[in-house]
């Protein structure tokens, strides 16, 4: 599905179906009030009610309404939309604000995955067109509407990329299949590509992570994948986990808990669409998107409770529960990461812990990490982007619970409280003293995978990560 801007009045426009917001004011000298009511419209928050007759979607909204609002709105109304046969759906402007909103709940709105369907359904909705004249009939600068069309489909498209990644099976999205798709993306996106093998991430000591994949007969994968403009204004490393499968290893999971392992590699495929959207707008940033791609599985093999492993910094981590493997994982990656590449900041993605689940609820991310005013930064771009982040704080004594009597490290805490900042806390062991303050890491358990539809995301993916960090790196390296 495309989404079209005209320099038209709305009625000028050639569309099938015309998409009407309206506020319960406005429903009381509708023109169409009566015949509405009959059909049981009230202008009630998010009432949806398609005169056919008159080829008219009415979509209720509040006489405030928020962009979240119409976002979701518009998701909706974008859903009920395609189930018809009609080609083009036509929408005037609801003030410039909401525009970016509109476009972003009519793109990711309309997302489906039916790749493993026999006889998937396309939808007969081809075009959404925008006028670029408002709903009063006032009319706004075309030049500036064309630019947040752009921007916002290019950040709502790589979401879209972000979902389908994660939504694909482990059988078919290994840590070979990872690499492949980021070799594939360097190849369109013009990036740099680095992929290392076994044999690379055992020429670099990167012991933790090897012996998480060390079971799996899909061998893990390092990605490196690097977006260079001549004159950068910042630097930027995105760290992300790349679990394509989490079985929990010895320390298995339960059969339901396993369900949905398949979404553990959500941060690794985040910064992936990160990248991608950040080299399609050609911002003036140089961005270096690093994935660990790893499976976590059982076998004689298997890396086991009680081990001992030597990370690439030198540090030693005593493991107690091979399920906390996506914190092995990005301590390798982490420490390559700043060995290879001078940044002014660096942002981890991980589904790290079910703890920040519990902590914060399913919706939200989040965000950790020792510089307040960098994480109120980030807590800002979120809100802004239409992503859910929440502080989850840093203190000296939870920093007590992951210590060691055998090793410099344990993978796991002695209490079973505050999961997601001791997990996080684990990572601060990895993180060079000179990036201490230029380091945030994203708790993405529950955001980045729905099994039920909410907000603009249907089940599946959700593509967590991207339009925040869009919003943080337009915003922050101007
Ligand atoms: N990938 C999981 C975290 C997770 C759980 C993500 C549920 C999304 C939904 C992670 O590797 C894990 O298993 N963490 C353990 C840590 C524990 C063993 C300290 C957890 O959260 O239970
Ligand atoms: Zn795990
Ligand atoms: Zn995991």
């Known amino acids: 599905m495309n989404v079209k801007l005209y320099n038209q009045p709305l009625e000028q426009i050639d569309a099938d179906l015309t998409l009407e917001f309206v506020t319960p004011k406005q429903f009381e000298t509708h023109p169409h009030h009566g015949l509405l009511s009959k059909a049981g419209f009230k202008a009630e928050a998010d009432q949806l009610c398609t005169l056919h007759e008159h080829r008219l979607l009415v979509c209720a909204i ?18 009920t939309a395609m189930n018809y046969a009609y080609t083009s759906l036509k929408i ?6 909401h525009f970016k909103a509109l476009i972003e709940g009519a793109l990711l709105g309309s997302y489906r995955f039916e790749a493993y369907k026999s006889e998937p359904k396309p939808s007969s909705l081809l075009d ?51 690499a492949v798709t980021a070799e ?37 994968r390092l990605i490196h994948l690097a977006y260079k403009p001549e004159n950068p204004k910042k630097v930027i490393t995105l760290v992300g986990k790349g679990l394509t499968y989490d ?15 398949k979404m553990d590699k959500a941060g ?68 390559y990461a700043q060995e290879y590449v001078k940044s002014d900041y660096i942002f ?32 800002t771009a979120a809100e802004q982007s239409g992503e859910y982040c929440g502080n989850l704080p840093f203190n000296r004594h939870l920093k007590k619970l992951i210590k060691s009597d055998l090793a410099d490290v344990s993978n796991v805490s ?26 945030v890491h994203f708790d993405i358990a529950g955001s980045a995978y729905t099994e039920s539809a909410w907000d603009v995301h249907t089940y599946g993916g959700t593509g967590a990560g991207v339009r925040m960090t869009l919003n943080w790196l337009l915003e922050h390296c101007k």
């Open 247 to 261: 079985s929990g290893g010895l320390s298995l999971k339960g059969a339901t808990s396993m369900v949905t392992m």
């Open 348 to 379: 981890d993605y991980a589904t790290l812990t079910g703890a920040c689940m519990v902590a914060l609820g399913p919706y939200t991310t989040g965000v950790m990490g020792h510089n307040e005013s960098l994480k109120q930064e980030w807590l």
């Open 62 to 79: 509040a006489d405030d309404a928020s962009d979240e609002l119409y976002r979701s709105c518009m998701a909706s109304a974008i859903k």
């Open 268 to 335: 690794g495929c985040a910064v992936m669409g990160i990248i991608k959207a950040v080299s399609e707008l050609k911002l003036d940033i140089e961005v270096h998107a690093f994935v660990g791609a790893v499976e976590n599985m059982i076998g004689g093999n298997a890396y086991k409770p009680d081990d001992v492993l030597r990370a690439k910094n030198g540090k030693t981590i005593e493991v107690r529960n091979t399920d906390a493997e996506g914190r092995l994982v990005l301590a390798d990656v982490l420490g």
């Open 414 to 439: 002695s209490k079973p409280y505050g999961g997601a900042i001791t997990a996080a806390l684990f990572l601060d062991n990895f993180i060079d003293d000179n990036m201490k303050e230029k380091w």
């Open 184 to 220: 594939i993306l360097s190849q369109s996106n013009n990036l740099e590509c680095t992929i290392l093998d076994v044999n690379g991430l055992e020429d670099e000591k990167m012991f933790a992570m090897l012996s998480v994949g060390r079971a799996s007969s899909n061998p893990p």
């Open 92 to 97: 005037a402007q609801y003030t410039p604000g």
């Open 128 to 178: 959404v067109i925008f006028s670029n004249t408002n709903h009063d009939g006032s009319v706004n600068d075309i030049d500036a509407l064309e630019s947040i069309l752009a921007q916002t489909t290019v950040i709502a498209k790589a979401t879209n990329f972000v979902r389908d990644l994660v939504n694909q099976t482990p059988y078919d999205m290994t840590p070979q299949a990872m």
